[in-house]
């Protein structure tokens, strides 16, 4: 639709302007509270002992370890299964990999307070069996499990527009089924692999729900000590806390980004 | 490539993450606290009907204003530059990736008393509460999803075909008609995407309400969260219904996409 000739006139970019004033205004709150000294809404002056204490907060930061721990592991493990599963999948046919498809697609597409909730009575069950408590594994496993539906989804479209010669070439040219796999396939397969990494690395951060159901009595993320932060006296220590994330995720972004226009620009000239 | 082996470990994955936590569900849901058949917990669960049906209303209105926004937002980001494009959503993507948890804790800096909003809205004279009622819920759940709402319709919107526009332009339409006939037919199956992505948060969520709203704005997921500790039975009987009524909603939605498609 990029070649219509459309002005965008004086009213789209007020539109425009009008969201993005809606979807940042808030976090620019935020990020303006992070530096003043009061606790309140009330302006008393600049100060940077919000971010002084959130470090020396061994809770908050002992949080963000977890939190990242678990979103490392997870995306990884979720990524092996997923990509495999979805190298299996694709030689079922007909029925049976509609029904595998859609009990997969089962944890994106059912509630999520409905996943934590039968997950915890799944671990409290097993807990009982084997004696074991709710606690960091309890959260991987389930963070696995929303995980590895998105690698299978950003999987399959490249394997099904694969060409499979390639895979026959590599055969004939000498290579048993496990290098043709790692020397061929996995190179045709690999965007999909990544966004799929990608996504899991960000739905796992991002998760407050499934972990509230699944992490037994003691285990903190950083949605978890969020959440009590919120429920006991807000601290302002919040709002430099958002002002830090807001910034890792500006880099990132602009990162990617560059990364794809830089990626873009070489296939131009390539073509 | 040609096996199925490699799913093998998944297809497991599956039977004990998915399967036995639903069955779970629905077994625990049939049951009373002893362990046997029981219909007590859907009787108890009928007694939140009402805030079943007041969660459907809150979700529906919410999807209803993120369709009004992002539509036209959609139709605006496809129209522009290539690279504009990627920096517009990058920009709405922004937001997205901090926690869910801050973007509500943000919106209750901005409108609580005495804050910002509050603050200005005084000086001109304005006195009034605007934390504690389920227009802020609803104001927290656009928030949270209008980005869900418009990707897909930009996505739909931004692989219509150029030629068809101008076949459309050469034939006589102005840019009215070519909206109407072309872009907006074209464009449901974004729409229905986009729905049901922020339908089925927001009918399902909580917190938003619990941190927004006032006490009668509690949500059908408010409610599940406070029984499940401490009657699972209930609890899981509520689940149940939620998540069969979600999914009937998909197949329907995923129905009237099939009918589009083809006329």
């Known amino acids: 639709?990029?070649?219509?000739?459309?002005?965008?006139?004086?009213?789209?970019?007020?539109?425009?302007?009008?969201?993005?004033?809606?979807?940042?205004?808030?976090?620019?709150?935020?990020?303006?509270?992070?530096?003043?000294?009061?606790?309140?809404?009330?302006?008393?002056?600049?100060?940077?002992?919000?971010?002084?204490?959130?470090?020396?907060?061994?809770?908050?930061?002992?949080?963000?370890?977890?939190?990242?721990?678990?979103?490392?592991?997870?995306?990884?493990?979720?990524?092996?299964?997923?990509?495999?599963?979805?190298?299996?999948?694709?030689?079922?046919?007909?029925?049976?990999?509609?029904?595998?498809?859609?009990?997969?697609?089962?944890?994106?597409?059912?509630?999520?307070?409905?996943?934590?909730?039968?997950?915890?009575?799944?671990?409290?069950?097993?807990?009982?069996?084997?004696?074991?408590?709710?606690?960091?594994?309890?959260?991987?496993?389930?963070?696995?499990?929303f995980c590895v539906p998105f690698v299978?989804?950003?999987?399959?479209?490249?394997?099904?527009?694969?060409?499979?010669?390639?895979?026959?070439?590599?055969?004939?040219?000498?290579?048993?089924?496990?290098?043709?796999?790692?020397?061929?396939?996995?190179?045709?397969?690999?965007?999909?692999?990544?966004?799929?990494?990608l996504m899991s690395f960000t739905y796992s951060l991002d998760d407050f729900i499934i972990t509230y159901f699944t992490r037994g009595a003691k285990f903190q993320n950083l949605s978890i000590e969020i959440y009590s932060m919120t429920h006991r006296k807000i601290s302002p220590k919040i709002n430099a806390l958002s002002a830090l994330l807001f910034l890792a995720v500006l880099v990132i972004m602009i990162i990617i980004n560059l990364h794809d226009r830089h990626e873009e620009k070489i296939k131009a000239q390539k073509t | 490539m040609k096996s199925r082996k490699p799913s093998i470990p998944y297809i497991i994955w599956m039977l004990v993450f998915t399967m036995i936590p639903i069955i779970m569900i629905g077994f625990t849901a049939f049951t009373d606290k002893q362990g046997n058949f029981s219909l007590e917990p859907f009787t108890k669960a009928f007694n939140y009907s009402e805030v079943f049906l007041k969660s459907l209303w809150i979700a529906l209105l919410s999807t209803a204003i993120c369709l009004v926004l992002a539509y036209p937002l959609a139709y605006l980001i496809a129209g522009m530059k290539h690279s504009t494009q990627n920096t517009v959503i990058m920009l709405l993507m922004i937001p997205m990736w901090m926690n869910f948890l801050l973007r509500i804790y943000a919106w209750i800096t901005l409108l609580q008393d005495n804050g910002p909003i509050d603050m200005a809205l005084s000086l001109l004279g304005i006195h009034a509460t605007y934390i504690g009622n389920t227009g802020a819920v609803i104001l927290g759940m656009v928030y949270e999803y209008l980005p869900f709402m418009?990707?897909?319709?930009?996505?739909?919107?931004?692989?219509?075909?150029?030629?068809?526009?101008?076949?459309?332009?050469?034939?006589?339409?102005?840019?009215?008609?070519?909206?109407?006939?072309?872009?907006?037919?074209?464009?449901?199956?974004?729409?229905?995407?986009?729905?049901?992505?922020?339908?089925?948060?927001?009918?399902?969520?909580?917190?938003?309400?619990?941190?927004?709203?006032?006490?009668?704005?509690?949500?059908?997921?408010?409610?599940?969260?406070?029984?499940?500790?401490?009657?699972?039975?209930?609890?899981?009987?509520?689940s149940l219904i939620l998540m069969i009524f979600i999914f009937v909603f998909l197949i329907i939605m995923n129905l009237f996409g099939d009918e589009e498609a083809i006329a």
């Open chain 2, 150 to 238: 418009v990707l897909p319709i930009y996505t739909v919107m931004s692989k219509i075909d150029s030629g068809l526009i101008e076949a459309a332009q050469d034939l006589g339409s102005n840019r009215f008609s070519v909206f109407r006939r072309v872009i907006a037919p074209l464009s449901i199956p974004g729409i229905i995407s986009g729905i049901t992505m922020v339908f089925v948060p927001s009918a399902s969520t909580f917190l938003v309400s619990q941190y927004l709203g006032g006490t009668d704005d509690i949500m059908i997921g408010d409610v599940i969260d406070k029984i499940f500790w401490t009657d699972q039975n209930t609890g899981s009987a509520i």
């Open chain 1, 152 to 197: 299978v989804l950003s999987v399959m479209p490249r394997i099904t527009r694969m060409d499979q010669s390639i895979y026959d070439a590599a055969l004939d040219l000498g290579c048993n089924q496990w290098q043709a796999f790692y020397k061929v396939v996995i190179h045709e397969l690999m965007p999909g692999i990544f966004s799929g990494l």
């Open chain 1, 1 to 145: 639709m990029k070649n219509t000739k459309q002005k965008s006139g004086i009213l789209s970019k007020v539109y425009i302007a009008i969201i993005m004033l809606f979807l940042y205004a808030p976090i620019a709150v935020l990020i303006f509270y992070s530096f003043n000294v009061g606790k309140t809404t009330v302006w008393k002056g600049f100060s940077l002992k919000w971010y002084e204490q959130l470090f020396k907060d061994d809770n908050i930061m002992n949080a963000l370890g977890n939190t990242l721990i678990i979103a490392v592991l997870a995306s990884l493990f979720a990524t092996i299964l997923g990509t495999a599963a979805a190298i299996g999948i694709s030689n079922f046919r007909g029925k049976k990999r509609l029904i595998i498809q859609n009990v997969s697609n089962i944890p994106i597409i059912s509630p999520d307070i409905v996943t934590g909730v039968s997950l915890m009575l799944l671990f409290t069950f097993l807990g009982v069996m084997f004696n074991f408590e709710m606690g960091f594994f309890t959260v991987l496993l389930s963070h696995i499990c």
